[in-house]
Protein backbone atom coordinates (compact mmCIF):
# COMPACT_ATOMS: atom_id res chain seq x y z
CA UNK A 1 0.00 0.00 0.00
CA UNK A 2 2.75 2.39 1.16
CA UNK A 3 5.03 1.68 -2.01
CA UNK A 4 1.74 2.37 -4.07
CA UNK A 5 1.95 5.97 -2.98
CA UNK A 6 5.03 6.56 -3.19
CA UNK A 7 4.99 5.98 -7.36
CA UNK A 8 4.94 8.14 -10.15
CA UNK A 9 1.98 10.87 -10.86
CA UNK A 10 -0.18 9.61 -13.17
CA UNK A 11 -2.84 12.26 -12.69
CA UNK A 12 -2.71 15.65 -11.37
CA UNK A 13 -5.69 17.98 -10.79
CA UNK A 14 -4.63 21.50 -10.31
CA UNK A 15 -7.04 24.37 -9.10
CA UNK A 16 -9.92 22.59 -10.82
CA UNK A 17 -12.87 25.04 -11.10
CA UNK A 18 -16.51 24.33 -11.94
CA UNK A 19 -19.16 26.77 -11.67
CA UNK A 20 -22.75 26.26 -13.46
CA UNK A 21 -24.58 29.64 -14.38
CA UNK A 22 -28.18 29.48 -13.03
CA UNK A 23 -30.15 32.42 -15.31
CA UNK A 24 -30.18 30.27 -18.51
CA UNK A 25 -32.02 32.26 -21.51
CA UNK A 26 -32.20 34.24 -24.41
CA UNK A 27 -31.42 37.36 -22.12
CA UNK A 28 -29.70 36.10 -19.16
CA UNK A 29 -27.23 37.70 -17.62
CA UNK A 30 -25.60 34.52 -16.16
CA UNK A 31 -24.15 36.24 -12.88
CA UNK A 32 -25.70 34.21 -10.50
CA UNK A 33 -23.98 30.61 -10.67
CA UNK A 34 -23.71 27.26 -9.03
CA UNK A 35 -20.54 27.26 -7.06
CA UNK A 36 -19.92 23.56 -7.44
CA UNK A 37 -16.43 23.14 -7.54
CA UNK A 38 -13.75 25.31 -6.34
CA UNK A 39 -10.47 25.05 -6.84
CA UNK A 40 -9.72 21.02 -6.04
CA UNK A 41 -6.22 20.34 -6.16
CA UNK A 42 -5.07 16.76 -5.46
CA UNK A 43 -2.35 13.78 -7.53
CA UNK A 44 -3.41 10.33 -8.58
CA UNK A 45 -0.14 7.95 -8.11
CA UNK A 46 0.07 5.21 -10.38
CA UNK A 47 -1.85 1.90 -9.28
CA UNK A 48 -3.48 3.69 -6.36
CA UNK A 49 -6.44 4.09 -5.30
CA UNK A 50 -7.54 7.84 -3.96
CA UNK A 51 -11.18 8.01 -1.87
CA UNK A 52 -13.07 11.00 -2.65
CA UNK A 53 -16.02 11.50 0.30
CA UNK A 54 -17.85 13.99 1.14
CA UNK A 55 -21.64 14.38 1.81
CA UNK A 56 -24.64 14.57 -1.49
CA UNK A 57 -23.82 17.87 -3.29
CA UNK A 58 -20.79 18.31 -1.96
CA UNK A 59 -19.31 18.29 -6.10
CA UNK A 60 -17.87 15.53 -5.84
CA UNK A 61 -19.40 13.94 -8.83
CA UNK A 62 -19.01 17.11 -10.54
CA UNK A 63 -15.34 17.09 -9.81
CA UNK A 64 -15.27 13.29 -11.34
CA UNK A 65 -17.37 14.35 -14.71
CA UNK A 66 -15.12 17.60 -15.49
CA UNK A 67 -12.17 16.23 -15.08
CA UNK A 68 -12.74 13.88 -17.93
CA UNK A 69 -13.94 16.62 -19.79
CA UNK A 70 -17.54 15.79 -19.57
CA UNK A 71 -18.12 19.21 -18.10
CA UNK A 72 -16.04 21.71 -19.05
CA UNK A 73 -13.94 23.49 -16.47
CA UNK A 74 -14.69 27.08 -15.49
CA UNK A 75 -10.61 27.11 -14.74
CA UNK A 76 -7.76 24.96 -13.46
CA UNK A 77 -5.99 21.75 -15.40
CA UNK A 78 -6.01 18.08 -15.28
CA UNK A 79 -2.80 16.97 -16.68
CA UNK A 80 -2.48 13.20 -17.47
CA UNK A 81 1.07 12.10 -18.23
CA UNK A 82 2.23 15.91 -17.98
CA UNK A 83 0.11 17.38 -20.22
CA UNK A 84 -3.34 19.35 -19.40
CA UNK A 85 -6.33 17.38 -20.67
CA UNK A 86 -8.14 20.73 -21.42
CA UNK A 87 -5.80 21.78 -24.40
CA UNK A 88 -5.52 18.51 -26.24
CA UNK A 89 -7.27 18.60 -29.67
CA UNK A 90 -9.82 15.87 -30.50
CA UNK A 91 -7.32 13.31 -31.65
CA UNK A 92 -5.24 13.75 -28.80
CA UNK A 93 -8.28 13.45 -26.37
CA UNK A 94 -9.62 10.13 -27.91
CA UNK A 95 -6.17 8.58 -26.54
CA UNK A 96 -7.01 10.23 -23.15
CA UNK A 97 -10.61 8.81 -22.88
CA UNK A 98 -9.10 5.73 -23.80
CA UNK A 99 -7.02 5.86 -20.64
CA UNK A 100 -9.07 6.98 -18.37
CA UNK A 101 -12.64 5.83 -18.33
CA UNK A 102 -15.45 6.10 -15.79
CA UNK A 103 -17.78 3.81 -13.58
CA UNK A 104 -21.13 5.51 -13.21
CA UNK A 105 -23.46 5.60 -10.07
CA UNK A 106 -26.89 4.02 -11.56
CA UNK A 107 -26.71 0.52 -13.13
CA UNK A 108 -29.82 1.34 -14.10
CA UNK A 109 -29.76 4.48 -15.90
CA UNK A 110 -25.76 3.74 -17.27
CA UNK A 111 -26.78 1.19 -20.16
CA UNK A 112 -28.43 1.51 -23.12
CA UNK A 113 -31.42 -0.02 -22.55
CA UNK A 114 -31.57 -0.51 -26.54
CA UNK A 115 -28.56 -1.96 -26.71
CA UNK A 116 -27.21 -5.83 -26.39
CA UNK A 117 -24.84 -5.93 -23.65
CA UNK A 118 -22.22 -7.09 -25.95
CA UNK A 119 -23.07 -3.93 -28.63
CA UNK A 120 -22.93 -1.68 -25.05
CA UNK A 121 -19.03 -3.52 -25.22
CA UNK A 122 -18.70 -3.36 -28.17
CA UNK A 123 -19.08 -0.14 -29.03
CA UNK A 124 -15.98 0.64 -26.86
CA UNK A 125 -14.01 -1.37 -29.04
CA UNK A 126 -16.05 0.18 -32.19
CA UNK A 127 -15.29 3.84 -31.79
CA UNK A 128 -11.60 3.18 -31.29
CA UNK A 129 -11.46 1.00 -33.33
CA UNK A 130 -9.55 -2.04 -31.33
CA UNK A 131 -11.18 -4.85 -32.77
CA UNK A 132 -13.87 -6.62 -35.33
CA UNK A 133 -15.24 -9.45 -36.43
CA UNK A 134 -14.16 -12.86 -34.72
CA UNK A 135 -11.64 -10.58 -32.35
CA UNK A 136 -14.48 -8.14 -31.29
CA UNK A 137 -16.49 -10.97 -30.35
CA UNK A 138 -13.72 -12.89 -28.61
CA UNK A 139 -12.96 -9.66 -26.43
CA UNK A 140 -16.29 -9.03 -25.52
CA UNK A 141 -16.45 -12.50 -24.07
CA UNK A 142 -13.18 -11.77 -22.62
CA UNK A 143 -14.78 -9.16 -20.86
CA UNK A 144 -17.69 -10.69 -19.93
CA UNK A 145 -15.64 -13.39 -17.65
CA UNK A 146 -13.66 -10.64 -16.22
CA UNK A 147 -15.71 -8.95 -14.49
CA UNK A 148 -17.59 -12.69 -14.02
CA UNK A 149 -20.66 -12.75 -16.34
CA UNK A 150 -21.79 -15.53 -18.04
CA UNK A 151 -20.56 -14.53 -22.22
CA UNK A 152 -23.38 -16.65 -23.37
CA UNK A 153 -25.37 -13.66 -22.22
CA UNK A 154 -23.78 -11.12 -24.52
CA UNK A 155 -26.76 -11.00 -26.81
CA UNK A 156 -29.09 -9.73 -23.95
CA UNK A 157 -30.51 -6.64 -23.05
CA UNK A 158 -29.71 -4.71 -20.01
CA UNK A 159 -33.03 -5.16 -18.18
CA UNK A 160 -33.03 -9.06 -17.91
CA UNK A 161 -29.45 -8.34 -15.54
CA UNK A 162 -29.74 -7.31 -11.46
CA UNK A 163 -28.13 -4.26 -10.00
CA UNK A 164 -25.42 -5.97 -9.63
CA UNK A 165 -25.15 -7.64 -12.94
CA UNK A 166 -25.62 -4.47 -14.49
CA UNK A 167 -22.67 -2.59 -12.43
CA UNK A 168 -20.43 -5.87 -13.93
CA UNK A 169 -21.52 -4.83 -17.23
CA UNK A 170 -20.65 -1.29 -16.75
CA UNK A 171 -17.20 -2.10 -15.40
CA UNK A 172 -16.48 -4.74 -18.60
CA UNK A 173 -17.46 -1.56 -20.86
CA UNK A 174 -15.21 0.60 -19.03
CA UNK A 175 -12.27 -2.03 -18.79
CA UNK A 176 -12.79 -2.25 -22.70
CA UNK A 177 -10.19 0.03 -23.99
CA UNK A 178 -7.49 -0.74 -21.52
CA UNK A 179 -7.40 1.88 -19.43
CA UNK A 180 -4.70 3.28 -16.75
CA UNK A 181 -7.31 5.25 -14.77
CA UNK A 182 -10.70 4.52 -13.72
CA UNK A 183 -13.07 7.47 -12.16
CA UNK A 184 -15.80 5.43 -10.08
CA UNK A 185 -18.18 7.66 -9.35
CA UNK A 186 -19.97 6.35 -6.59
CA UNK A 187 -20.43 2.40 -8.09
CA UNK A 188 -21.61 1.16 -5.30
CA UNK A 189 -24.43 3.53 -3.72
CA UNK A 190 -27.08 1.82 -5.80
CA UNK A 191 -26.79 -1.64 -4.96
CA UNK A 192 -27.56 -4.45 -2.27
CA UNK A 193 -25.09 -4.03 1.03
CA UNK A 194 -24.33 -7.60 0.21
CA UNK A 195 -23.42 -6.77 -3.70
CA UNK A 196 -21.28 -4.12 -2.99
CA UNK A 197 -18.32 -6.22 -1.26
CA UNK A 198 -18.54 -8.55 -4.32
CA UNK A 199 -18.18 -5.23 -6.72
CA UNK A 200 -15.56 -3.44 -4.15
CA UNK A 201 -13.47 -6.73 -4.27
CA UNK A 202 -13.66 -7.13 -7.89
CA UNK A 203 -12.57 -4.08 -8.35
CA UNK A 204 -9.98 -4.82 -5.91
CA UNK A 205 -8.53 -7.72 -7.91
CA UNK A 206 -8.39 -5.75 -11.28
CA UNK A 207 -6.25 -3.34 -9.72
CA UNK A 208 -4.07 -5.89 -8.66
CA UNK A 209 -4.05 -7.68 -11.97
CA UNK A 210 -4.33 -4.61 -15.00
CA UNK A 211 -2.70 -2.08 -12.27
CA UNK A 212 -5.52 0.13 -12.59
CA UNK A 213 -5.73 3.72 -10.85
CA UNK A 214 -8.85 4.56 -9.06
CA UNK A 215 -10.50 7.63 -8.37
CA UNK A 216 -13.13 6.28 -5.85
CA UNK A 217 -15.83 8.69 -4.99
CA UNK A 218 -18.36 7.71 -2.70
CA UNK A 219 -20.19 8.75 0.51
CA UNK A 220 -20.08 5.14 2.35
CA UNK A 221 -16.80 6.33 4.61
CA UNK A 222 -16.70 2.44 5.73
CA UNK A 223 -16.40 1.77 2.17
CA UNK A 224 -14.03 4.36 1.21
CA UNK A 225 -11.99 3.05 3.99
CA UNK A 226 -11.48 -0.88 2.83
CA UNK A 227 -10.78 0.45 -0.83
CA UNK A 228 -8.39 3.27 -0.82
CA UNK A 229 -5.08 4.19 0.22
CA UNK A 230 -5.66 7.32 0.40
CA UNK A 231 -8.21 9.97 1.07
CA UNK A 232 -9.68 13.06 0.01
CA UNK A 233 -12.53 14.87 2.25
CA UNK A 234 -14.78 17.37 -0.08
CA UNK A 235 -16.87 20.14 1.43
CA UNK A 236 -18.60 22.49 -0.78
CA UNK A 237 -16.42 22.18 -3.60
CA UNK A 238 -13.35 22.03 -1.69
CA UNK A 239 -11.19 19.59 -0.54
CA UNK A 240 -10.89 19.84 3.40
CA UNK A 241 -8.53 17.33 4.43
CA UNK A 242 -6.30 15.23 2.55
CA UNK A 243 -4.17 11.91 3.73
CA UNK A 244 -3.75 8.47 4.46
CA UNK A 245 -6.84 5.96 5.02
CA UNK A 246 -5.00 4.62 8.35
CA UNK A 247 -3.96 8.70 9.40
CA UNK A 248 -7.61 9.86 8.31
CA UNK A 249 -9.62 7.51 10.52
CA UNK A 250 -6.74 7.83 13.07
CA UNK A 251 -6.35 11.23 13.35
CA UNK A 252 -8.88 13.44 11.80
CA UNK A 253 -7.78 17.15 11.91
CA UNK A 254 -10.43 19.06 10.15
CA UNK A 255 -13.47 19.68 12.22
CA UNK A 256 -15.52 18.63 9.71
CA UNK A 257 -13.93 15.11 9.16
CA UNK A 258 -13.81 14.80 12.38
CA UNK A 259 -17.65 15.09 12.94
CA UNK A 260 -18.11 12.87 9.59
CA UNK A 261 -16.37 10.08 10.87
CA UNK A 262 -18.08 10.19 14.47
CA UNK A 263 -21.00 9.32 12.69
CA UNK A 264 -20.24 6.21 11.75
CA UNK A 265 -21.44 3.00 13.64
CA UNK A 266 -19.12 0.73 15.06
CA UNK A 267 -20.28 -2.79 14.85
CA UNK A 268 -19.14 -3.47 18.27
CA UNK A 269 -21.94 -2.64 21.17
CA UNK A 270 -19.11 -1.85 23.97
CA UNK A 271 -17.29 0.62 21.81
CA UNK A 272 -20.21 1.87 20.27
CA UNK A 273 -22.04 2.76 23.47
CA UNK A 274 -18.93 5.06 24.64
CA UNK A 275 -19.35 6.78 20.97
CA UNK A 276 -19.58 10.47 21.14
CA UNK A 277 -21.26 11.94 18.29
CA UNK A 278 -20.52 15.18 16.82
CA UNK A 279 -23.35 16.80 15.82
CA UNK A 280 -22.94 19.72 13.12
CA UNK A 281 -25.52 22.45 13.82
CA UNK A 282 -27.24 24.14 10.57
CA UNK A 283 -27.57 23.11 7.31
CA UNK A 284 -24.87 22.97 4.19
CA UNK A 285 -24.49 26.64 3.18
CA UNK A 286 -26.11 27.31 -0.36
CA UNK A 287 -23.49 26.61 -2.84
CA UNK A 288 -25.14 29.62 -5.13
CA UNK A 289 -23.54 32.14 -1.94
CA UNK A 290 -21.13 30.61 -0.37
CA UNK A 291 -19.84 31.82 2.91
CA UNK A 292 -16.42 33.93 2.53
CA UNK A 293 -13.41 32.63 3.91
CA UNK A 294 -13.59 28.55 5.39
CA UNK A 295 -16.48 27.59 3.79
CA UNK A 296 -16.89 25.53 7.02
CA UNK A 297 -17.15 28.49 8.81
CA UNK A 298 -20.58 28.72 9.77
CA UNK A 299 -21.24 25.46 11.30
CA UNK A 300 -17.49 24.83 12.65
CA UNK A 301 -17.76 24.65 16.29
CA UNK A 302 -14.24 25.83 17.12
CA UNK A 303 -14.98 29.40 14.10
CA UNK A 304 -13.17 32.54 14.70
CA UNK A 305 -12.99 36.09 12.94
CA UNK A 306 -10.23 34.56 10.70
CA UNK A 307 -12.30 32.01 9.23
CA UNK A 308 -14.16 34.57 7.61
CA UNK A 309 -12.13 36.87 6.22
CA UNK A 310 -9.03 34.11 4.69
CA UNK A 311 -9.81 30.87 2.90
CA UNK A 312 -7.35 28.79 4.64
CA UNK A 313 -5.28 26.92 2.45
CA UNK A 314 -4.64 23.14 2.32
CA UNK A 315 -1.24 22.90 4.22
CA UNK A 316 0.45 19.78 5.04
CA UNK A 317 0.31 19.77 8.59
CA UNK A 318 2.02 16.23 9.31
CA UNK A 319 3.68 13.65 6.92
CA UNK A 320 1.05 13.37 3.49
CA UNK A 321 -1.52 14.56 5.43
CA UNK A 322 -3.02 18.01 4.29
CA UNK A 323 -5.17 20.03 5.97
CA UNK A 324 -7.15 23.37 5.28
CA UNK A 325 -8.47 24.62 8.38
CA UNK A 326 -6.50 27.09 10.28
CA UNK A 327 -6.58 25.90 13.46
CA UNK A 328 -5.46 22.72 12.76
CA UNK B 1 -24.06 -23.65 24.96
CA UNK B 2 -21.07 -22.97 22.87
CA UNK B 3 -20.69 -24.48 19.63
CA UNK B 4 -17.13 -25.95 18.81
CA UNK B 5 -15.43 -24.25 16.21
CA UNK B 6 -14.21 -27.44 14.49
CA UNK B 7 -17.68 -28.75 13.79
CA UNK B 8 -18.21 -26.33 10.71
CA UNK B 9 -16.62 -26.82 7.76
CA UNK B 10 -16.40 -24.01 5.71
CA UNK B 11 -18.96 -24.16 2.39
CA UNK B 12 -17.69 -25.03 -0.39
CA UNK B 13 -18.43 -21.62 -2.51
CA UNK B 14 -18.71 -21.71 -6.10
CA UNK B 15 -18.90 -18.65 -7.97
CA UNK B 16 -20.07 -19.54 -11.09
CA UNK B 17 -22.04 -16.69 -13.34
CA UNK B 18 -25.59 -16.61 -12.76
CA UNK B 19 -27.72 -18.29 -15.58
CA UNK B 20 -30.99 -16.08 -17.18
CA UNK B 21 -33.30 -18.52 -17.33
CA UNK B 22 -35.86 -16.15 -19.25
CA UNK B 23 -36.06 -16.08 -22.72
CA UNK B 24 -34.42 -13.06 -24.56
CA UNK B 25 -37.30 -10.09 -24.76
CA UNK B 26 -36.48 -7.08 -27.05
CA UNK B 27 -38.36 -3.88 -25.85
CA UNK B 28 -40.33 -4.49 -29.35
CA UNK B 29 -41.70 -7.98 -28.29
CA UNK B 30 -42.57 -6.36 -24.82
CA UNK B 31 -44.72 -3.63 -26.38
CA UNK B 32 -46.42 -6.18 -28.51
CA UNK B 33 -47.19 -8.13 -25.54
CA UNK B 34 -48.66 -5.36 -23.92
CA UNK B 35 -50.56 -4.65 -27.04
CA UNK B 36 -52.28 -7.87 -27.47
CA UNK B 37 -54.05 -7.51 -24.53
CA UNK B 38 -55.75 -4.53 -25.37
CA UNK B 39 -59.16 -5.34 -27.08
CA UNK B 40 -59.88 -2.01 -28.10
CA UNK B 41 -56.41 -1.11 -30.09
CA UNK B 42 -56.53 -4.97 -31.24
CA UNK B 43 -59.78 -4.27 -32.39
CA UNK B 44 -58.81 -0.92 -34.08
CA UNK B 45 -55.83 -3.34 -35.83
CA UNK B 46 -58.01 -5.25 -37.14
CA UNK B 47 -60.78 -2.73 -38.25
CA UNK B 48 -57.33 -1.12 -40.18
CA UNK B 49 -55.78 -4.16 -41.86
CA UNK B 50 -59.55 -5.05 -43.18
CA UNK B 51 -59.37 -0.96 -44.57
CA UNK B 52 -56.40 -1.14 -46.11
CA UNK B 53 -56.80 -4.45 -47.65
CA UNK B 54 -59.74 -3.07 -48.88
CA UNK B 55 -58.44 -0.07 -50.17
CA UNK B 56 -55.75 -2.03 -51.92
CA UNK B 57 -56.73 -4.64 -53.27
CA UNK B 58 -60.55 -3.66 -53.66
CA UNK B 59 -60.56 -2.01 -56.75
CA UNK B 60 -59.11 -5.17 -58.81
CA UNK B 61 -62.66 -7.06 -57.95
CA UNK B 62 -64.86 -3.92 -58.62
CA UNK B 63 -66.37 -3.96 -62.46
CA UNK B 64 -66.89 0.03 -62.34
CA UNK B 65 -64.50 2.46 -62.60
CA UNK B 66 -64.05 5.35 -60.01
CA UNK B 67 -64.29 8.60 -62.68
CA UNK B 68 -66.55 6.58 -65.51
CA UNK B 69 -69.71 8.68 -65.98
CA UNK B 70 -73.12 6.28 -66.80
CA UNK B 71 -75.79 8.53 -66.87
CA UNK B 72 -78.40 5.19 -67.32
CA UNK B 73 -77.71 4.97 -63.56
CA UNK B 74 -77.91 7.83 -61.64
CA UNK B 75 -78.44 7.77 -58.16
CA UNK B 76 -79.90 4.52 -57.58
CA UNK B 77 -79.80 3.34 -54.04
CA UNK B 78 -77.64 0.28 -52.84
CA UNK B 79 -78.62 -2.87 -54.47
CA UNK B 80 -76.96 -5.90 -55.60
CA UNK B 81 -75.32 -4.53 -58.92
CA UNK B 82 -74.26 -0.94 -56.82
CA UNK B 83 -73.76 -2.31 -52.89
CA UNK B 84 -73.29 1.34 -51.82
CA UNK B 85 -75.66 2.61 -54.59
CA UNK B 86 -74.42 5.30 -57.43
CA UNK B 87 -73.84 9.08 -57.43
CA UNK B 88 -75.33 11.25 -59.00
CA UNK B 89 -72.94 10.95 -62.49
CA UNK B 90 -74.08 7.90 -61.88
CA UNK B 91 -70.65 6.40 -60.62
CA UNK B 92 -70.44 3.15 -58.30
CA UNK B 93 -69.71 4.58 -54.98
CA UNK B 94 -68.38 1.90 -53.44
CA UNK B 95 -65.51 1.60 -55.57
CA UNK B 96 -65.26 5.37 -55.06
CA UNK B 97 -64.82 4.51 -51.43
CA UNK B 98 -62.06 2.02 -52.05
CA UNK B 99 -60.21 4.78 -53.90
CA UNK B 100 -60.76 7.85 -51.33
CA UNK B 101 -59.51 5.27 -48.67
CA UNK B 102 -56.86 5.07 -50.90
CA UNK B 103 -55.82 8.16 -50.86
CA UNK B 104 -56.83 9.12 -47.20
CA UNK B 105 -54.44 6.35 -45.99
CA UNK B 106 -51.79 7.52 -48.61
CA UNK B 107 -51.77 11.01 -47.28
CA UNK B 108 -52.16 10.06 -43.70
CA UNK B 109 -48.93 8.02 -43.88
CA UNK B 110 -47.44 10.36 -46.80
CA UNK B 111 -47.65 13.53 -44.49
CA UNK B 112 -46.40 11.64 -41.16
CA UNK B 113 -43.31 10.89 -43.15
CA UNK B 114 -42.89 14.60 -43.95
CA UNK B 115 -43.58 15.48 -40.43
CA UNK B 116 -41.33 12.86 -38.95
CA UNK B 117 -38.71 13.47 -40.78
CA UNK B 118 -38.36 17.63 -40.28
CA UNK B 119 -40.03 17.12 -36.41
CA UNK B 120 -37.07 14.55 -36.06
CA UNK B 121 -34.28 16.55 -37.40
CA UNK B 122 -35.26 20.14 -35.82
CA UNK B 123 -36.05 18.35 -32.24
CA UNK B 124 -33.19 16.00 -32.40
CA UNK B 125 -30.37 19.33 -32.86
CA UNK B 126 -32.71 21.49 -30.67
CA UNK B 127 -32.47 19.04 -27.71
CA UNK B 128 -28.99 17.87 -28.20
CA UNK B 129 -27.54 20.95 -28.79
CA UNK B 130 -29.43 22.85 -25.48
CA UNK B 131 -28.48 26.41 -24.64
CA UNK B 132 -28.88 29.47 -26.70
CA UNK B 133 -29.83 27.27 -30.04
CA UNK B 134 -32.53 25.18 -28.33
CA UNK B 135 -33.90 28.51 -27.04
CA UNK B 136 -34.49 30.08 -30.77
CA UNK B 137 -35.26 27.36 -32.35
CA UNK B 138 -38.05 26.90 -29.48
CA UNK B 139 -39.19 30.59 -29.44
CA UNK B 140 -39.88 30.03 -33.44
CA UNK B 141 -41.42 26.93 -32.62
CA UNK B 142 -43.90 28.97 -30.25
CA UNK B 143 -44.52 31.62 -33.12
CA UNK B 144 -45.61 28.70 -35.54
CA UNK B 145 -47.51 27.04 -32.59
CA UNK B 146 -49.83 30.31 -31.71
CA UNK B 147 -51.01 30.63 -35.01
CA UNK B 148 -54.05 28.10 -35.65
CA UNK B 149 -52.86 25.32 -37.91
CA UNK B 150 -56.27 25.56 -39.83
CA UNK B 151 -55.42 29.31 -40.98
CA UNK B 152 -52.43 28.80 -42.17
CA UNK B 153 -53.22 24.91 -44.04
CA UNK B 154 -55.72 27.13 -45.63
CA UNK B 155 -53.55 30.11 -46.32
CA UNK B 156 -51.28 27.50 -47.72
CA UNK B 157 -53.44 25.68 -50.29
CA UNK B 158 -54.54 28.95 -51.47
CA UNK B 159 -51.17 29.76 -52.39
CA UNK B 160 -49.73 26.89 -53.53
CA UNK B 161 -52.98 25.55 -55.15
CA UNK B 162 -54.92 22.40 -54.32
CA UNK B 163 -53.78 19.04 -55.75
CA UNK B 164 -52.81 15.86 -54.32
CA UNK B 165 -48.94 16.77 -54.02
CA UNK B 166 -49.35 20.16 -52.31
CA UNK B 167 -51.90 18.29 -49.89
CA UNK B 168 -48.84 16.11 -48.47
CA UNK B 169 -46.67 19.14 -48.30
CA UNK B 170 -49.32 21.35 -46.20
CA UNK B 171 -49.74 18.41 -44.11
CA UNK B 172 -46.73 17.55 -43.62
CA UNK B 173 -45.33 21.73 -42.56
CA UNK B 174 -48.53 21.79 -40.73
CA UNK B 175 -47.77 18.68 -38.04
CA UNK B 176 -43.93 18.93 -37.13
CA UNK B 177 -44.21 21.24 -34.42
CA UNK B 178 -45.52 18.80 -32.19
CA UNK B 179 -43.64 16.16 -33.48
CA UNK B 180 -40.41 17.85 -32.77
CA UNK B 181 -41.81 19.35 -29.55
CA UNK B 182 -42.02 15.77 -28.22
CA UNK B 183 -38.47 14.76 -30.11
CA UNK B 184 -36.80 17.58 -28.07
CA UNK B 185 -38.42 16.79 -24.71
CA UNK B 186 -37.30 13.40 -25.38
CA UNK B 187 -33.84 13.99 -26.18
CA UNK B 188 -33.55 16.35 -23.51
CA UNK B 189 -34.20 14.07 -21.30
CA UNK B 190 -31.95 11.51 -22.43
CA UNK B 191 -28.96 13.32 -23.27
CA UNK B 192 -28.24 13.54 -19.10
CA UNK B 193 -28.81 10.20 -18.77
CA UNK B 194 -25.53 7.77 -17.78
CA UNK B 195 -25.38 5.98 -20.74
CA UNK B 196 -24.83 8.44 -22.88
CA UNK B 197 -22.36 10.27 -20.38
CA UNK B 198 -20.37 7.11 -20.50
CA UNK B 199 -20.67 6.63 -24.56
CA UNK B 200 -19.82 10.64 -24.23
CA UNK B 201 -16.62 9.14 -22.01
CA UNK B 202 -15.68 6.60 -24.44
CA UNK B 203 -15.37 9.73 -27.40
CA UNK B 204 -18.43 9.10 -28.95
CA UNK B 205 -18.84 11.48 -31.95
CA UNK B 206 -21.93 13.28 -31.66
CA UNK B 207 -23.35 11.74 -34.87
CA UNK B 208 -23.28 8.10 -32.79
CA UNK B 209 -24.52 9.52 -29.36
CA UNK B 210 -28.38 10.80 -31.39
CA UNK B 211 -28.51 7.68 -33.77
CA UNK B 212 -27.47 4.90 -31.15
CA UNK B 213 -28.43 6.31 -28.06
CA UNK B 214 -30.48 9.01 -28.17
CA UNK B 215 -33.23 8.26 -31.27
CA UNK B 216 -33.34 4.98 -30.29
CA UNK B 217 -34.92 5.62 -26.93
CA UNK B 218 -37.37 8.19 -27.99
CA UNK B 219 -38.40 5.87 -30.92
CA UNK B 220 -41.37 4.56 -28.82
CA UNK B 221 -42.78 8.12 -28.07
CA UNK B 222 -42.34 9.06 -31.51
CA UNK B 223 -44.56 6.07 -32.66
CA UNK B 224 -47.29 7.06 -30.84
CA UNK B 225 -47.11 10.80 -31.16
CA UNK B 226 -47.33 9.81 -35.32
CA UNK B 227 -49.98 6.59 -34.66
CA UNK B 228 -52.02 10.06 -33.67
CA UNK B 229 -51.42 12.47 -35.67
CA UNK B 230 -52.39 10.03 -39.16
CA UNK B 231 -55.62 10.48 -38.03
CA UNK B 232 -55.26 14.28 -38.25
CA UNK B 233 -53.97 14.15 -40.91
CA UNK B 234 -56.47 11.75 -42.84
CA UNK B 235 -59.48 14.49 -41.02
CA UNK B 236 -57.68 17.52 -42.19
CA UNK B 237 -57.28 16.29 -46.08
CA UNK B 238 -61.06 15.41 -45.83
CA UNK B 239 -62.12 18.79 -44.72
CA UNK B 240 -59.45 20.66 -47.09
CA UNK B 241 -61.51 18.49 -49.71
CA UNK B 242 -65.06 19.52 -48.34
CA UNK B 243 -64.62 22.84 -48.36
CA UNK B 244 -62.81 22.24 -52.54
CA UNK B 245 -59.25 23.19 -51.46
CA UNK B 246 -57.81 19.31 -51.36
CA UNK B 247 -58.17 16.56 -54.05
CA UNK B 248 -59.55 17.75 -57.85
CA UNK B 249 -61.82 15.80 -59.97
CA UNK B 250 -61.62 13.14 -61.37
CA UNK B 251 -59.38 12.04 -58.45
CA UNK B 252 -61.48 11.28 -55.58
CA UNK B 253 -61.28 11.46 -51.49
CA UNK B 254 -63.04 10.72 -48.97
CA UNK B 255 -63.89 14.35 -48.17
CA UNK B 256 -64.66 15.72 -51.29
CA UNK B 257 -67.38 12.46 -52.16
CA UNK B 258 -69.00 13.68 -48.54
CA UNK B 259 -68.88 17.26 -50.06
CA UNK B 260 -70.78 16.17 -53.12
CA UNK B 261 -73.10 14.13 -51.11
CA UNK B 262 -74.13 16.59 -49.02
CA UNK B 263 -75.91 18.20 -51.51
CA UNK B 264 -78.11 15.42 -51.89
CA UNK B 265 -78.81 14.24 -48.32
CA UNK B 266 -83.07 14.56 -48.78
CA UNK B 267 -83.73 12.47 -51.67
CA UNK B 268 -79.91 10.50 -51.53
CA UNK B 269 -78.61 9.96 -47.97
CA UNK B 270 -76.19 6.84 -48.76
CA UNK B 271 -74.45 8.91 -51.07
CA UNK B 272 -73.13 11.00 -47.77
CA UNK B 273 -73.35 8.08 -45.62
CA UNK B 274 -71.25 5.88 -47.10
CA UNK B 275 -67.65 7.95 -47.41
CA UNK B 276 -68.61 9.74 -44.32
CA UNK B 277 -69.13 6.43 -41.76
CA UNK B 278 -65.38 5.23 -43.73
CA UNK B 279 -64.05 8.82 -42.41
CA UNK B 280 -65.17 7.87 -39.21
CA UNK B 281 -64.19 4.55 -38.86
CA UNK B 282 -61.02 5.15 -40.27
CA UNK B 283 -60.29 7.98 -37.72
CA UNK B 284 -61.70 5.44 -34.61
CA UNK B 285 -59.73 2.55 -35.60
CA UNK B 286 -56.30 4.87 -35.92
CA UNK B 287 -56.80 6.55 -32.63
CA UNK B 288 -57.37 3.06 -30.81
CA UNK B 289 -54.31 1.80 -32.45
CA UNK B 290 -52.66 4.94 -31.16
CA UNK B 291 -53.76 5.08 -27.89
CA UNK B 292 -53.00 1.12 -27.50
CA UNK B 293 -49.61 2.31 -28.61
CA UNK B 294 -49.45 5.02 -26.30
CA UNK B 295 -50.01 2.49 -23.24
CA UNK B 296 -47.50 -0.60 -24.98
CA UNK B 297 -44.96 1.98 -24.94
CA UNK B 298 -45.42 3.82 -21.63
CA UNK B 299 -42.92 1.80 -19.06
CA UNK B 300 -45.39 3.12 -15.97
CA UNK B 301 -48.48 0.65 -17.79
CA UNK B 302 -46.20 -2.26 -17.65
CA UNK B 303 -47.81 -4.69 -15.41
Redesign the interface.
Known amino acids: MSAAVKSEIILEVENLVKHFPID???FAKGERKVHAVNGVSFQLHRGETLGLVGESGCGKSTAG?TI?R?YDATSGQVRYKGKNVYDLNAKD??GV??DI??I???PY???????TVGDIIG??LD??RLASGQKRTDRIYGLL?TV???P??A???PH??SGG?RQRI?IA??LA?DPKVIICDEPISALDVSIQAQIVNMLEDLQEKLGLTYLFIAHDLSMVKHISHRIAVMYLGRIVELTSSSDLYGHPLHPYTQALLSAIPIPDPDVEMKRQRIVLQGTVPSPIDPPSGCYFRTRCPHAEDICAQKVPELLERGSEHFVACHFA | MSLPVDAFTPLQHELKAEVINRPSTTLWQDAWRRFKLNPLAMGGLVVLSAIVLFALFGPFFSHFDYKTNDLESVNLFPNWVHPFGTDELGRDILTRVMFGARISLAIGFGSVLINLTIGIFYGGISGYLGGRVDNVMQRIIDIIFSVPDLLYVILLMVVLGSGLGNIFIVLGIANWVPMARIVRGQILSLREQEFVLAARTLGASTKRILMKHLLPNSVGQIIVVAALQIPAAIFMEAFLSFIGLGVQPPLVSLGSMAASGRLNIPSYPHSLLFPAGMIAVLMLAFNFVGDGLRDAFDPKMRK
Open positions: KGLRILMMRSQMFQDASLNPRMEAIHEGLNEHNRFEFQGRSV
